[in-house]
């Protein structure tokens, strides 16, 4: 029957495939015929009797419906989408609801126990609804038993059922789950091969929909039946041969996808559905939702929409592209339901999930209202249906110029890092902390150094340690910006003024200034802005003032420099609150994602408020992983890694770390990690390489979507990658770290010598700046000089060893590293000793056991402040004998130790 329903299909032009509606007042509707189940046998539909939506290459649609929709109610004040109410046992989906907050069990569905266990912790944790992959009918079996316990447990929260090839197994366990998600590219059309299908027409293309009636028909009346929901979750990456051919991997074949799926739904009369549009990759991710929700406003159907950035990632990162996806269709009122899929267990999802949704709850309160109320009225031409960067002027050479300009900003998307002087006076930490390489103490740029710093003051002439690391790294092609009236009060040449672009008309440049900038809060007229077309600038800041919305205030600059074609890179600027560094990229991604995923905008500028203590290093890589997840600037490598489920072959957080420990130095590699290929080859659209399980204990590598080495052991898979990436010529060696190693024999305690790391037993009295502390029996002790007897030493705590390393600081401070164990898992945060009021001071941060960090400078006891287990690059070398000491704190620790004293009291300089 099958193969009659498609031949009828094929003589029939696409005109037949089309309802006719007459026009109404308002706008034309397309509605589907009524029908109740069992009025039609699916097995004798005559697909040409349907009624689909018009095609939309031919222009059919146009023609039916009118031009396409804005995607969003309003661009200037954020209203939520309005949807119908889409019900899931007792969660409720649309915009008369809460966001509702999901996430997916990574168990095997067959741990009927296990699964349940992880569904509890989870509703305990605050999700709304679980989803569980469901492979077969013993899954299917399973599925039963996990709802059925957690209802014995008092557990009603919603279960969904992940569904990928299987009809049959999609309609057994509908008996069981309150909603199915369905994958419109593989529900009926099984693996894609890729192969290339030739349609010259639309007729050609509609023609091959009878199998897609035939598998998915029983499906919606079994679900309208039961009354259970259903996602039409459309997947960048799986998308049919059928689609591939016909529209590309493009976000209109993920639409023109879910469209003809929801198409079969309102035929059968069955609207208990929602849409979803998942890539990994952001921007495309972006795209496709809008043009979904655009399409939807055109077709005068208001169905919810679940949002999710698929195979985002674990750590910072995953987050950083989650917040970016997600924040932007939230900003604009778009989303009814959330997932945040981290490569982590499913808990710790809920987190980031909550906050970005907390985030949506916010854009809508009448504090907001008020500031996007308060931006000035401005015309948003913004072409949603396709993404294109706004093309900006880089700095360029001028004749007579003592610095090189060029390199003030980056044509991929800079990273400006906001400074002051008091950070200057370490310079060795300084260069690392804005990811400077570093020679016999100089500095040189690096694939993520911050292309230009702002100096939020200015040292004096006096200050030469600070005016030579400034002079460096000027020299190293790193931009120095300054605002006016300090330039002004203290010059240093070469330096970039920023001017508020409202003083733009009066300011005095003064003579030391090489180039301007200006910075603009939003509040200007559209008349200054649209000045800076006559003025010679080499940047613009974007920094909204907070009684403006920051992304309409942002906007509207980029709307007026279009009007009047300026051509000004624009940085956007943005002071971080006091918080979590967890949550840094998820409020960086919400707030300044959306305008760089619309290519508006040439990089980005991170600071703290007064309140908060980010470290400099911190917001600088923080700035690069924004860059990087709009699509931008690699810095590194990218990890397309799924988040695991019951699929997954392989321990999927295991072995993302792995690969990442030994791959993460590759910048502009792609490399895509998937437990399984449920997804299909097309998960790796993003990627260069792949990493697939393919079976239990078996591994397949691809080079794009291509296998080229199957059935490859889990011990042996890594080692296999990395092959791979040197045969096609994309490896480089890891560089060595600035640090030069102890030889770790040299480290072990000896009795009554020193572990002081540098392997010469004298407990630190070589003036080189080691450990002041001695090591007895693997005890530390506290002891004032070499020349104390072992036996009058006093043990403090155990000796834990320390790896020294040498610092670039004139060669000649050392300083250490500790490997934190199991039993001494919490340090003093490595930021404290960074010589900075912006770093984080807390006394404690909790490490995670096995991971590098610098030990603490001075180890708590009761209150009394003692020797250091290392010597902090503080500014000082310092020993127990008193030789070689210089720096103020060095001295006073120095003296101190000598003379036997406790160290009571403020330290001298606030380090």
């Given at each position: 029957?099958?193969?009659?329903?498609?031949?009828?299909?094929?003589?029939?032009?696409?005109?037949?495939?089309?309802?006719?509606?007459?026009?109404?007042?308002?706008?034309?509707?397309?509605?589907?015929?009524?029908?109740?189940?069992?009025?039609?046998?699916?097995?004798?539909?005559?697909?040409?009797?349907?009624?689909?939506?018009?095609?939309?290459?031919?222009?059919?649609?146009?023609?039916?419906?009118?031009?396409?929709?804005?995607?969003?109610?309003?661009?200037?004040?954020?209203?939520?989408?309005?949807?119908?109410?889409?019900?899931?046992?007792?969660?409720?989906?649309?915009?008369?609801?809460?966001?509702?907050?999901?996430?997916?069990?990574?168990?095997?569905?067959?741990?009927?126990?296990?699964?349940?266990?992880?569904?509890?912790?989870?509703?305990?944790?605050?999700?709304?609804?679980?989803?569980?992959?469901?492979?077969?009918?013993?899954?299917?079996?399973?599925?039963?038993?996990?709802?059925?316990?957690?209802?014995?447990?008092?557990?009603?929260?919603?279960?969904?059922?992940?569904?990928?090839?299987?009809?049959?197994?999609?309609?057994?366990?509908?008996?069981?789950?309150?909603?199915?998600?369905?994958?419109?590219?593989?529900?009926?059309?099984?693996?894609?091969d890729f192969e290339e299908k030739i349609y010259e027409n639309?007729?050609?293309?509609?023609?091959?929909?009878?199998?897609?009636?035939?598998?998915?028909?029983?499906?919606?009346?079994?679900?309208?039946?039961?009354?259970?929901?259903?996602?039409?979750?459309?997947?960048?990456?799986?998308?049919?041969?059928?689609?591939?051919?016909?529209?590309?991997?493009?976000?209109?074949?993920?639409?023109?996808?879910?469209?003809?799926?929801?198409?079969?739904?309102?035929?059968?009369?069955?609207?208990?559905?929602?849409?979803?549009?998942?890539?990994?990759?952001?921007?495309?991710?972006?795209?496709?939702?809008?043009?979904?929700?655009?399409?939807?406003?055109?077709?005068?159907?208001?169905?919810?929409?679940?949002?999710?950035?698929?195979?985002?990632?674990?750590?910072?990162?995953?987050?950083?592209?989650?917040?970016?996806?997600?924040?932007?269709?939230?900003?604009?009122?778009?989303?009814?339901?959330?997932?945040?899929?981290?490569?982590?267990?499913?808990?710790?999802?809920?987190?980031?999930?909550?906050?970005?949704?907390?985030?949506?709850?916010?854009?809508?309160?009448?504090?907001?209202?008020?500031?996007?109320?308060?931006?000035?009225?401005?015309?948003?031409?913004?072409?949603?249906?396709?993404?294109?960067?706004?093309?900006?002027?880089?700095?360029?050479?001028?004749?007579?110029?003592?610095?090189?300009?060029?390199?003030?900003?980056?044509?991929?998307?800079?990273?400006?890092?906001?400074?002051?002087?008091?950070?200057?006076?370490?310079?060795?930490?300084?260069?690392?902390?804005?990811?400077?390489?570093?020679?016999?103490?100089?500095?040189?740029?690096?694939?993520?150094?911050?292309?230009?710093?702002?100096?939020?003051?200015?040292?004096?002439?006096?200050?030469?340690?600070?005016?030579?690391?400034?002079?460096?790294?000027?020299?190293?092609?790193?931009?120095?910006?300054?605002?006016?009236?300090?330039?002004?009060?203290?010059?240093?040449?070469?330096?970039?003024?920023?001017?508020?672009?409202?003083?733009?008309?009066?300011?005095?440049?003064?003579?030391?200034?090489?180039?301007?900038?200006?910075?603009?809060?939003?509040?200007?007229?559209?008349?200054?802005?649209?000045?800076?077309?006559?003025?010679?600038?080499?940047?613009?800041?974007?920094?909204?003032?907070?009684?403006?919305?920051?992304?309409?205030?942002?906007?509207?600059?980029?709307?007026?420099?279009?009007?009047?074609?300026?051509?000004?890179?624009?940085?956007?600027?943005?002071?971080?609150?006091?918080?979590?560094?967890?949550?840094?990229?998820?409020?960086?991604?919400?707030?300044?994602?959306?305008?760089?995923?619309?290519?508006?905008?040439?990089?980005?500028?991170?600071?703290?408020?007064?309140?908060?203590t980010f470290g400099l290093e911190f917001l600088r890589t923080?700035?690069?992983?924004?860059?990087?997840?709009?699509?931008?600037?690699?810095?590194?490598?990218?990890?397309?890694?799924?988040?695991?489920?019951?699929?997954?072959?392989?321990?999927?957080?295991?072995?993302?770390?792995?690969?990442?420990?030994?791959?993460?130095?590759?910048?502009?590699?792609?490399?895509?990690?998937?437990?399984?290929?449920?997804?299909?080859?097309?998960?790796?659209?993003?990627?260069?390489?792949?990493?697939?399980?393919?079976?239990?204990?078996?591994?397949?590598?691809?080079?794009?979507?291509?296998?080229?080495?199957?059935?490859?052991?889990?011990?042996?898979?890594?080692?296999?990658?990395?092959?791979?990436?040197?045969?096609?010529g994309m490896w480089k060696d890891p560089e060595p770290e600035?640090?030069?190693?102890?030889?770790?024999?040299?480290?072990?305690?000896?009795?009554?010598?020193?572990?002081?790391?540098?392997?010469?037993?004298?407990?630190?009295?070589?003036?080189?700046?080691?450990?002041?502390?001695?090591?007895?029996?693997?005890?530390?002790?506290?002891?004032?000089?070499?020349?104390?007897?072992?036996?009058?030493?006093?043990?403090?705590?155990?000796?834990?060893?320390?790896?020294?390393?040498?610092?670039?600081?004139?060669?000649?401070?050392?300083?250490?590293?500790?490997?934190?164990?199991?039993?001494?898992?919490?340090?003093?945060?490595?930021?404290?000793?960074?010589?900075?009021?912006?770093?984080?001071?807390?006394?404690?941060?909790?490490?995670?056991?096995?991971?590098?960090?610098?030990?603490?400078?001075?180890?708590?006891?009761?209150?009394?402040?003692?020797?250091?287990?290392?010597?902090?690059?503080?500014?000082?070398?310092?020993?127990?004998?008193?030789?070689?000491?210089?720096?103020?704190?060095?001295?006073?620790?120095?003296?101190?130790?000598?003379?036997?004293?406790?160290?009571?009291?403020?330290?001298?300089?606030?380090?």
């Amino acid at each position: 029957m099958r193969a009659a329903v498609c031949v009828l299909a094929l003589v029939l032009p696409a005109s037949a495939f089309v309802a006719r509606t007459l026009p109404s007042s308002t706008r034309r509707v397309h509605r589907a015929a009524a029908a109740k189940p069992g009025d039609v046998d699916c097995d004798e539909v005559c697909v040409a009797d349907l009624e689909w939506t018009p095609p939309v290459k031919s222009g059919e649609r146009d023609e039916v419906f009118g031009p396409l929709k804005d995607y969003c109610v309003d661009r200037r004040v954020v209203q939520r989408r309005p949807t119908r109410t889409v019900e899931c046992g007792p969660v409720k989906f649309g915009s008369e609801h809460p966001v509702v907050r999901q996430t997916m069990a990574t168990t095997d569905t067959k741990d009927v126990e296990g699964t349940i266990e992880q569904c509890i912790r989870c509703a305990d944790e605050g999700f709304d609804l679980v989803r569980i992959t469901v492979q077969g009918m013993k899954e299917a079996d399973a599925c039963a038993k996990i709802r059925q316990g957690l209802l014995d447990r008092g557990y009603d929260i919603p279960l969904c059922a992940d569904m990928h090839f299987q009809p049959k197994v999609a309609m057994k366990v509908a008996e069981a789950f309150e909603k199915i998600r369905i994958n419109p590219g593989n529900f009926a059309d099984g693996r894609k091969d890729f192969e290339e299908k030739i349609y010259e027409n639309d007729e050609d293309y509609v023609a091959e929909r009878g199998y897609l009636v035939e598998a998915f028909y029983p499906l919606v009346d079994k679900c309208k039946e039961l009354n259970r929901a259903m996602r039409i979750g459309t997947n960048h990456g799986s998308l049919s041969s059928r689609v591939l051919s016909f529209y590309g991997d493009t976000p209109r074949g993920m639409v023109e996808s879910a469209i003809e799926f929801a198409d079969m739904c309102r035929q059968r009369d069955y609207h208990n559905f929602v849409f979803s549009m998942k890539a990994s990759n952001p921007v495309v991710m972006v795209q496709a939702y809008r043009l979904l929700a655009a399409e939807q406003a055109r077709l005068g159907w208001d169905y919810p929409i679940h949002l999710g950035v698929t195979e985002a990632g674990e750590g910072e990162d995953g987050r950083m592209k989650s917040a970016i996806g997600i924040g932007t269709l939230l900003a604009d009122g778009i989303g009814d339901t959330v997932r945040v899929s981290l490569t982590e267990d499913p808990e710790y999802e809920y987190k980031p999930c909550a906050r970005l949704v907390s985030l949506a709850g916010e854009h809508l309160t009448p504090e907001s209202a008020k500031k996007q109320g308060a931006v000035a009225k401005f015309d948003d031409t913004r072409d949603f249906t396709k993404y294109g960067r706004r093309e900006s002027s880089l700095p360029e050479q001028r004749e007579g110029d003592a610095t090189d300009f060029r390199g003030l900003l980056h044509r991929d998307g800079s990273v400006i890092s906001s400074v002051n002087t008091e950070m200057l006076q370490s310079p060795d930490y300084f260069y690392k902390a804005i990811g400077c390489k570093t020679a016999v103490g100089m500095p040189f740029k690096d694939i993520a150094t911050s292309d230009s710093l702002l100096l939020t003051d200015v040292p004096p002439e006096s200050d030469k340690k600070a005016r030579t690391a400034i002079r460096r790294l000027q020299e190293s092609n790193v931009g120095m910006v300054v605002p006016l009236d300090l330039l002004k009060e203290t010059p240093i040449d070469n330096a970039v003024a920023l001017v508020p672009l409202a003083e733009a008309a009066t300011a005095e440049i003064p003579e030391c200034a090489g180039r301007v900038a200006y910075i603009a809060d939003g509040s200007e007229t559209d008349t200054q802005i649209a000045a800076l077309k006559d003025l010679d600038s080499v940047m613009l800041i974007s920094h909204p003032a907070e009684t403006l919305s920051r992304l309409h205030a942002s906007r509207r600059i980029f709307a007026i420099l279009k009007e009047h074609e300026i051509d000004i890179p624009v940085i956007h600027m943005m002071e971080a609150a006091k918080g979590e560094t967890t949550e840094m990229a998820l409020e960086v991604g919400a707030a300044v994602g959306p305008l760089l995923v619309d290519g508006l905008g040439d990089g980005v500028l991170l600071a703290n408020k007064p309140d908060a203590t980010f470290g400099l290093e911190f917001l600088r890589t923080t700035s690069f992983g924004l860059l990087q997840g709009c699509r931008m600037r690699n810095t590194k490598t990218e990890f397309v890694s799924c988040p695991s489920c019951g699929r997954t072959l392989f321990d999927l957080q295991e072995v993302t770390a792995q690969i990442s420990s030994r791959t993460g130095h590759l910048p502009g590699v792609a490399i895509a990690i998937m437990g399984c290929i449920v997804n299909g080859p097309g998960e790796m659209a993003d990627a260069d390489f792949g990493y697939v399980g393919g079976a239990p204990g078996k591994v397949d590598l691809y080079v794009g979507k291509e296998v080229i080495r199957r059935g490859i052991p889990n011990e042996e898979a890594c080692d296999g990658l990395i092959e791979l990436i040197k045969e096609y010529g994309m490896w480089k060696d890891p560089e060595p770290e600035e640090e030069e190693a102890v030889e770790e024999e040299a480290l072990q305690p000896r009795e009554g010598g020193g572990c002081d790391g540098d392997g010469d037993g004298d407990g630190g009295g070589d003036g080189d700046g080691n450990v002041a502390r001695v090591c007895v029996d693997g005890r530390w002790c506290r002891g004032a000089d070499d020349a104390t007897p072992a036996a009058q030493l006093e043990p403090t705590s155990p000796c834990r060893r320390v790896r020294a390393m040498r610092c670039m600081y004139f060669k000649r401070t050392h300083f250490a590293r500790q490997r934190v164990s199991e039993s001494n898992p919490r340090v003093h945060s490595v930021s404290e000793v960074r010589g900075s009021k912006q770093t984080q001071t807390q006394t404690e941060t909790q490490t995670q056991p096995g991971r590098r960090r610098c030990a603490a400078p001075l180890v708590m006891d009761g209150g009394v402040r003692r020797g250091s287990e290392r010597a902090c690059r503080m500014h000082a070398g310092y020993s127990a004998g008193g030789a070689h000491v210089y720096g103020d704190y060095g001295d006073y620790l120095s003296q101190t130790l000598k003379n036997g004293r406790q160290m009571t009291g403020e330290r001298p300089r606030d380090w």
